[in-house]
């Protein structure tokens, strides 16, 4: 998306922050930094764009749009079909591998048809090592407050348990509970203090999302955002509440898992 959320991502999975790493496999910096990431112990995933136009050819549309035309399945499932295989291509020209996982940009994966769309190609494509799916369940934390909670349940509820139930049919693993869902404001002392509670709240297979970034580039949403939490992942006071709260960052491709911990490049 932009050199400083890349280079932060880098860093924070060179110094085992971070379990997992979403792609935007046709992005403008995803061949110049992706290949780093290849000497971290992190799964590495496609996150499925179809609302920023990254490309010429890319297939895109506002999130709004793209939203209803899945609920009233007035979309063309070949052009999400055919844009989830160029995606997929991308990554793999980069990684020579499929990815570990695949998530959403801004949680498309989970709306109506796009689901079907994807668990169609990557069972045809990686029938015997499917990449996990990023469940959007919220865990809905009475510590959290109202607002954001909300926030989390209504992502959850624009395709999370369809996508569960469809992922489980066609034997995907996924995480067990989505965290990480706010506003995006406060700087690092808000963010530091959800993040205590989120951690807090955490059972085996949560995954706790995250976006960050080194320094703040021109033209990237939430950009003051995802430097505070850059500053608060990469420092001592994170390791200090994974201690606390008894937490380890695994990584939930390979075995069981406490908290796969998941960036955005």
Avoid at 25 to 32: E, P, W
Avoid at 103 to 121: A, K, S, T
Wanted: aromatic share 8%; proline share 5%.
């Amino acid at each position: 998306m932009a050199p400083g959320i890349s280079s932060g991502i880098i860093e924070l999975a060179r110094c085992d922050r971070l379990s997992a790493v979403s792609c935007l496999s046709r992005g403008r910096f995803f061949r110049q930094y992706a290949p780093a990431l290849a000497g971290f112990p992190v799964d590495r995933g496609l996150h499925l764009n179809l609302t920023e136009r990254l490309q010429e050819d890319e297939f895109s549309r506002p999130l709004s749009r793209l939203l209803l035309s899945c609920l009233t399945r007035q979309i063309d499932s070949s052009l999400i079909t055919r844009e989830v295989e160029r995606q997929l291509d991308a990554f793999e020209g980069v990684f020579g591998k499929a990815p570990d996982f695949v998530d959403g940009h801004q949680h498309v994966h989970q709306f109506p048809v796009i689901r079907d769309c994807l668990i169609e190609v990557l069972r045809r494509r990686y029938p015997e090592c499917l990449p996990w799916l990023r469940s959007t369940l919220p865990a809905a934390l009475p510590t959290i407050s109202t607002p954001y909670r909300l926030k989390a349940s209504l992502i959850g509820y624009l395709g999370g348990s369809a996508l569960k139930e469809l992922g489980g049919q066609n034997g995907f693993r996924m995480n067990a509970r989505l965290l990480g869902v706010y506003g995006f404001k406060g700087g690092a002392g808000e963010y530091c203090g959800l993040l205590d509670r989120w951690l807090a709240g955490a059972c085996a297979g949560d995954l706790l999302m995250c976006h960050p970034a080194a320094s703040v580039d021109g033209g990237v949403d939430f950009a003051g955002q995802r430097v505070a939490e850059y500053a608060v992942l990469s420092g001592a006071h994170f390791s200090q509440l994974l201690a606390q709260h008894a937490v380890e960052v695994q990584r939930l491709r390979h075995g069981h898992v406490e908290l796969p911990q998941s960036g955005s490049s």
